[in-house]
């Protein structure tokens, strides 16, 4: 069967956006842009007050404070995604990348045996817009998945971003089920019939055979940060600015602290940043994949442990300063592949990181492009296909700033090095969708 051609095949998108906004992987920033807001915001009074009462916070509590605070933080009450928003990703700006991550999907559960049931897991799901492309194909081949168990179980701390999920996704006629004091804090029916289940914590969802997807999720999780100085490293601190009273600053800690635990022995930057909660996710998902089987897609801006300082706001589609107005902008860094590899301790085999731009043409974007722009004679819709391809694929765009990790169990590998064979000159080809080849065609 040819995937790309079944799936959505009768279905093009509505027009979603033509985009004079910016993503968030363009630039970086160490918060010293000129501040473009100096609102005392709620959150800014509630970090004063804190600092006033137990001194200077971390960067990392910082950051947790003003992104996931369950009464003020930035993500629990905005719809901060897309044109109007802060910022926007890759599935909002095309079909294309959904439809294609659900190939994926389907080949790695062809692949793995073609397990009777699975879960599907999202870690930060957005709008819901990823899920939903990857269900049209789901039900495009439903053919292949009919006798197979499919539930979706969606990782979200935001109330709002929670209910414009259940809103993109949900059957209305099925009334959701909601229990604030459950880690199941909402069910629901997809429009093709498949349960969804919400929860705050990855820990919460059933270990189970399961698909995971984590889709600029890291990247907003929150980063210690340390500077190299003649006296050892030292974390950077938020403090309050003595000349003005409403006012943040960056200090260095005068003494050592615990997170300096976190910093490799053999560390040659002078400024890095660590980011332990994901080490936590990184861990419990290769520790699950290893026992129960399934993958894990992982795919953000980012580096292998080579950047330094890269910690940035975004507000309206702008960069940011990170201090200024707290709770009005987005927070992000880029996320630390290597540290991300070595925190699967072995427990899977790891593929990647890659380029989105050699990920989605290994699986096939241009032969998807092709069947898409020879469905429609509309030159609205064939633009915005176009003006997405080239958004998603030139290096200059997303194509290289974006990058893909996969975490499968060691035996999906298994006799098929991908690595270097010791008598061969070239490596041999990943038997992984998107890290090779697409072979299901
Ligand atoms: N994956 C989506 C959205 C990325 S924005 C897309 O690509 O369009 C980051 C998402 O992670 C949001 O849904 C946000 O509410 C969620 N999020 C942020 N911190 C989280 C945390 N600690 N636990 C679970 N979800 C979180």
Redesign the pocket.
């Known amino acids: 069967m040819n995937f790309l051609a079944a799936a959505g095949a009768r279905r093009l998108c509505a027009l979603r956006g033509v985009f004079p906004c910016l993503w968030r992987g363009k630039y970086f920033s160490s918060g010293n842009e000129p501040a473009e807001n100096n609102s005392v915001t709620p959150m800014l009074r509630h970090l004063i007050y804190k600092i006033k009462s137990t001194g200077p916070i971390t960067v990392a509590e910082y950051m947790k404070e003003v992104?996931?605070n369950p009464a003020k933080g930035y993500?629990m009450k905005h719809d901060?995604?897309g044109e109007e928003g802060d910022f926007i990703?890759?599935?909002?700006i095309s079909q294309m990348f959904g439809e294609l991550l659900g190939i994926w999907f389907i080949s790695e559960w062809i692949a793995a045996g073609k397990n009777a049931a699975f879960q599907l897991v999202?870690?930060?799901?957005?709008?819901g817009?990823?899920l939903e492309d990857i269900l049209r194909v789901f039900s495009q081949l439903g053919s292949l998945l009919k006798n197979c168990d499919i539930s979706l179980h969606l990782?979200?701390?935001?109330q709002k971003?929670s209910e414009i999920q259940a809103l993109t996704l949900t059957e209305e006629k099925v009334p959701l089920e909601r229990n604030a004091e459950s880690p199941v804090y909402m069910k629901g029916v997809t429009k093709s019939g498949i349960p969804v289940s919400w929860y705050?914590?990855l820990q919460d969802v059933p270990k189970e055979y399961s698909f995971y997807l984590?889709?600029?999720?890291f990247d907003?999780?929150p980063v210690h940060k340390f500077q190299k100085t003649p006296h050892g490293w030292r974390e950077v601190l938020v403090d309050i600015d003595p000349q003005v009273s409403d006012k943040l600053r960056f200090v260095l800690a005068p003494c050592a602290t615990p997170a300096e635990t976190f910093i490799q022995d053999d560390e040659t930057r002078d400024h890095v940043e660590v980011c332990p909660?994901a080490g936590v996710v990184i861990q419990e998902l290769s520790q699950r994949i290893s026992l129960t089987g399934g993958a894990a897609l992982i795919a953000d801006y980012g580096h292998d442990g080579t950047k330094t300082d890269t910690f940035r706001g975004f507000r309206g589609h702008r960069l940011h300063d990170v201090l200024t107005a707290p709770g009005t902008a987005d927070l992000t860094a880029d996320v630390d592949f290597s540290y991300l590899r070595r925190m699967s301790q072995g427990k899977v085999a790891s593929l990647g990181p890659i380029e989105q731009q050699t990920f989605l043409r290994n699986m096939g974007i241009d032969v998807r492009l092709k069947i898409l722009l020879d469905k429609t004679d509309e030159p609205s819709l064939r633009q915005q296909l176009l003006q997405g391809y080239n958004m998603l694929m030139n290096p200059m765009k997303m194509g290289e700033r974006f990058n893909f990790l996969a975490l499968v169990p060691h035996q999906r590998l298994h006799g098929r090095s991908h690595q270097t064979n010791a008598r061969q000159s070239k490596p041999s080809p990943s038997p992984v969708a998107g890290f090779g080849e697409l072979a299901w065609q």
Do not use: C, I, N, Q
């Open positions: 992104l996931t993500y901060m995604l990703t890759s599935p909002e999202e870690l930060g799901p957005g709008k817009t990823l990782v979200e701390v935001s971003l705050r914590d984590a889709h600029e999720f907003v999780l909660e």
